[in-house]
């Protein structure tokens, strides 16, 4: 099998999988790391595999263990399970956008995603429409909610969610 998935979340995971049949010859890890600055989760693509040609490319999601959002603290897999599915496919959500790119234009893209803030807007919303267009509307809507609808999370997180992905209504429209 080419993915690497923690026991913890296998079911999680393979479901969110299920609705990207392109990936499944693509090799991906998913991994918990203590902390990831400013993410739930990030995905990326593996160091070395970008000295390979783009067919052979290699991924990791990395994903924190503890999600602390100001008064809370939730430990990742312990999230609802349509959140934590959600969550996930998104960041294979931008898999797909890695995909099409060369490992040059990824590089740049990289290096844009650190410098302009402009750059994270249009990658994390491309994301989220990857992954409804991919038929995860639900999880990802739930993913949402979550977060914007959840009262142990500040009103600075929900501005971050509202500025850099797609709002539940632009979802919607999606569907339409």
């Not at 990207?20 to 990326?44: D, R």
């Not at 500040?154 to 919607?172: A, G, H, V």
Request: proline share 4%.
């Amino acid at each position: 099998m080419n993915k690497i998935i923690p026991d913890s979340i296998k079911e999680e995971v393979e479901i969110a999988l299920s609705f990207f049949p392109s990936l499944k010859n693509t090799p991906i890890e998913f991994k918990f790391k203590k902390n990831i600055k400013k993410s739930t989760m990030q995905a990326q693509p593996k160091f070395p595999s970008l000295f390979n040609f783009k067919k052979n490319r290699s991924y990791i999601i990395l994903i924190s263990k503890c999600v602390k959002i100001e008064n809370a603290t939730y430990e990742t897999k312990d999230l609802p399970k349509d959140v934590l599915i959600g969550w996930l496919g998104h960041e294979l959500g931008h898999i797909i956008d890695y995909e099409d790119k060369s490992n040059l234009n990824l590089i740049f893209f990289g290096i844009k995603y650190l410098l302009f803030d402009k750059h994270i807007v249009e990658a994390e919303r491309k994301a989220d429409t990857f992954a409804v267009r991919n038929g995860m509307q639900s999880y990802i809507l739930a993913t949402k909610n979550f977060i914007l609808n959840n009262a142990d999370i500040s009103e600075s997180y929900k501005k971050r969610i509202k500025r850099y992905y797609l709002s539940p209504e632009e979802i919607m429209q999606l569907l339409q």
